[in-house]
């Protein structure tokens, strides 16, 4: 049998609009359904109020021309490079800023961003260090050793931490260029012992090093219309905020070092073997992975240690960074692949030390096509020529380049967990290609926004890869343990990302999980994907704010969700929905309305009982002149009853017949005796509204689900009821079977037929007439005339 979940709008139930008043009363309603507009930053000609960019979007540029030379004894790196700024902003500059992100592993120029710190239960030796009072200078950090403009002339900066101000000659006039030039040199960090994200990491067994070039250059800081110069200092935390530009970049390193980096290299012919230039070149063509640098010529290679040295020459375009590997030890392999959306010819490759040769040379390359595809769908096409992964014991990702981890035991075995940790790594590293290398968001003040949002897609990607692929983040139910901790834990998403003490699942799960939320529950997927596309392509090599994705996601769904952004992005409470009570009413098929009358006296004045001060006021102004008293046929009976121009007999009684009704037919009866009603209340414990989704169990075993949305809740926030009418006797009811909504307490979300909860009543059922229960017009004023209206 087919159950439809009815109204019975063939049926007439009385005291309904009474009881939905009673269990809606307005006291209760909060400001979950406000609307967001006095939160976000009000739109103008930069930025629009459907999240798009505005007409007169504008945003500045910097190009690199950089060299480098890497020192593999000293393990110093040196390099010099000629800036081009351009300044496309509506404002003369006097001054710029620049990152020094390198002075972070110094102890005298970091920024210092202290915790409290307590004594710990147990620690190591290396750890335990006297405190010293001043610190010394451990030798790190960005050692400037020359800053002059293009001709040669120094010029004038101060470094304050992790920044670098430049203060120019002269101003900086929209649409003008400056070119100047820095020659700088900082000793590299042991990335293992120290920390960070660039380094070294050194193999004991064969004493040699693999290098993570990272944050290695002074890099312009942006300028933007919403925030001026973003000049937050670097702690290691909260990460970039990027100018897209050009580069060319050359890399002099030991001459048996690989280098893997941003863009492509251009003199592949002059730094690879024939053999390795003839693999490269089949490469490009092949479906499969093709080894570059073989697994013997890597072990060969170890052993070398060459004192020759190659210059590595690489070029970029339109992107925000440039970072770059460097190793004997690496195996390279590479494929081509061809993005279906824009026909993009893109070569990924891998570059992995022998320790991890069993894991990545099987499955690297092969999860960044995946990804690149799989992320090409659901944002924008991929339009860089290169992309790749580098096995480095960590996880951290560049345009074009990323660093990853997942090394086999000695014996080339590993676990599945392992293989599961690498792939997702190498998905979610690759997978910031999109956010933030092209969609440019600020890291350093908005973690969640490249993070998060490329957590969620990594998450859809990692699907595509094996639906049973054990995914951490993204469904509902694993942000649980997280939604439920104390308060004072807790932050919302929409939080500095320096200050955020859970850091992992508010900037990466806890938006994922909104996300996949809005699109599995709230949106559905073709809505929410449109959007979301929407907001990809608009801005796309651009700098979004979090007002602008939040816009454009209303904006191109047609859906209000200030509701959802006000819960799950700017506030902590959790999802705890719970059946408070389910009360179980059987139809009472019998009974009648006698049908009556209703009296009414013409004994209250028809004008209002208080004459406010604007009334008097105005009858006192001569130079008003009222309409009704202008033109005389306006002046009907009403007019002259209320003025007392007429009169009626007040003795007199209007009578207003009601109808009675009309008992069922015995076929009506027998159709509608086994129905039942069930009204199940539910209590808001969490805070944070979320849609209803119900299912029920009937007695023969059958099943039916339905879905209110969140908006049922806007009304009164802390309780709602729905009630139900099924011909089958309900088993169970079981809120969120599927645990769409991140409820912290499913032991509420359940209700039975034989719990303590159930109440029982009645309910009548009456034949429906065609016309008005009420005939008379009893649901306005009287008329006078018809109380015996006369003339005075």
Not at 245 to 252: E, Q
Not at 421 to 447: K, L
């Amino acid at each position: 049998m087919k159950f439809k979940i009815s109204a019975l709008s063939v049926l007439f139930f009385t005291g309904a609009f009474a009881q939905n008043i009673q269990n809606n009363p307005g006291s209760n309603h909060g400001n979950r359904f406000e609307q967001m507009g006095t939160i976000f930053p009000t739109p103008n000609v930069y930025r629009t109020a459907s999240g798009a960019p505005g007409q007169a979007y504008w945003q500045n540029r910097a190009d690199y021309d950089i060299t480098a030379y890497l020192d593999e004894d000293k393990r110093n790196l040196k390099g010099s490079e000629t800036v081009t700024y351009h300044n496309n902003s509506p404002d003369d500059l006097d001054y710029i800023w620049l990152q020094l992100d390198e002075n972070q592993q110094s102890t005298t120029k970091k920024a210092d961003y202290q915790s409290s710190s307590f004594i710990p239960r147990a620690t190591n030796d290396q750890q335990l260090k006297v405190t010293e009072i001043p610190v010394k200078d451990n030798g790190y950090g960005v050692n400037l050793e020359k800053v002059t403009d293009a001709a040669g002339n120094p010029l004038k900066y101060t470094v304050n931490k992790t920044m670098m101000r430049i203060d120019l000659p002269k101003m900086l006039k929209k649409g003008e260029k400056f070119i100047f030039k820095i020659d700088w040199n900082y000793n590299i960090p042991n990335r293992i012992k120290m920390g960070g994200r660039g380094g070294y990491e050194n193999f004991a067994e064969d004493g040699n090093d693999l290098y993570t070039i990272t944050q290695w250059f002074p890099r312009m800081c942006v300028y933007s219309d919403f925030q001026g110069w973003q000049n937050h200092q670097f702690t290691g935390r909260g990460e970039f905020a990027l100018v897209f530009g050009n580069y060319k970049v050359s890399m002099n390193v030991p001459a048996d070092h690989i280098i893997g980096g941003t863009g492509e290299c251009k003199n592949y012919d002059q730094v690879l073997s024939s053999e390795q230039l003839s693999r490269y070149r089949k490469s490009q063509t092949s479906t499969e992975p093709v080894e570059i640098v073989t697994l013997d010529e890597a072990k060969k290679a170890e052993k070398s240690h060459s004192k020759q040295r190659k210059t590595w020459v690489f070029e970029a375009k339109d992107v925000r960074d440039f970072a770059w590997t460097a190793s004997r030890k690496f195996v390279w392999d590479a494929m081509g692949v061809t993005i279906p959306e824009n026909n993009n010819k893109v070569m990924a490759m891998s570059f992995y030390p022998k320790e991890a040769y069993n894991l990545y040379r099987k499955y690297s390359t092969k999860a960044i096509a995946h990804t690149i595809k799989t992320y090409s769908e659901f944002t924008i096409p991929y339009p860089y020529p290169v992309a790749q992964s580098v096995e480095a014991a960590n996880g951290m990702e560049y345009p074009m380049i990323c660093f990853n981890y997942g090394r086999t035991e000695k014996d080339g075995t590993y676990s599945e967990g392992t293989k599961n940790g690498m792939i997702g790594v190498v998905i979610h590293e690759v997978g910031h290609n999109f956010f933030p290398m092209i969609i440019n968001s600020d890291e350093r003040q908005w973690s969640w926004m490249d993070e998060g949002l490329n957590t969620f897609t990594e998450y859809l990607t990692e699907e595509r890869w094996d639906n049973k692929f054990p995914s951490k983040r993204g469904p509902a139910w694993t942000i649980v343990d997280y939604m439920k901790l104390p308060k004072d834990q807790l932050e919302p998403i929409m939080s500095n990302s320096e200050n955020i003490i859970q850091f992992g699942p508010n900037a990466y799960s806890k938006p994922a999980t909104g996300l996949n939320i809005l699109r599995e529950t709230i949106m559905g997927r073709d809505l929410f994907d449109k959007a979301f596309k929407t907001y990809s392509k608009r801005w796309a090599f651009k700098h979004p704010e979090p007002a602008d994705f939040f816009r454009t996601m209303e904006d191109a769904s047609g859906e209000d969700l200030d509701w959802f952004w006000r819960g799950w992005f700017y506030g902590t409470d959790p999802v705890d929905i719970a059946i408070d009570k389910v009360t179980v009413a059987t139809p009472d098929l019998t009974a009648l309305r006698e049908a009556g009358e209703m009296k009414y006296k013409v004994d209250r004045p028809l004008q209002n009982e208080f004459e406010d001060i604007s009334k008097i006021r105005n009858r006192e102004d001569k130079s008003i002149t009222f309409a009704v008293e202008k033109d005389k046929s306006l002046q009907d009976f009403y007019y002259r009853y209320d003025r007392g121009m007429e009169t009626v007999d007040n003795s007199k009684e209007i009578v207003l017949k009601t109808e009675g009704t009309e008992p069922l037919d015995k076929k009506d009866q027998e159709r509608l005796k086994n129905y039942n009603a069930y009204q199940i209340d539910f209590v808001n414990k969490g805070g944070l509204v979320m849609p209803i989704i119900i299912e029920f169990t009937f007695e023969d075993g059958s099943k039916l689900r339905d879905r209110s949305a969140a908006q049922i809740w806007r009304q009164n926030e802390k309780k709602v009821s729905k009630t139900f009418f099924f011909e089958k006797k309900i088993k169970s009811i079981q809120l969120d079977p599927m645990r769409e909504t991140a409820d912290i307490d499913t032991s509420n979300n359940l209700w039975s037929s034989d719990s303590s909860t159930v109440e029982t009543s009645k309910f009548q059922v009456f034949k429906q007439r065609q016309e008005g229960a009420v005939r008379g017009g009893a649901s306005g004023r009287v008329n006078p005339m018809q109380a015996g209206g006369k003339k005075k």
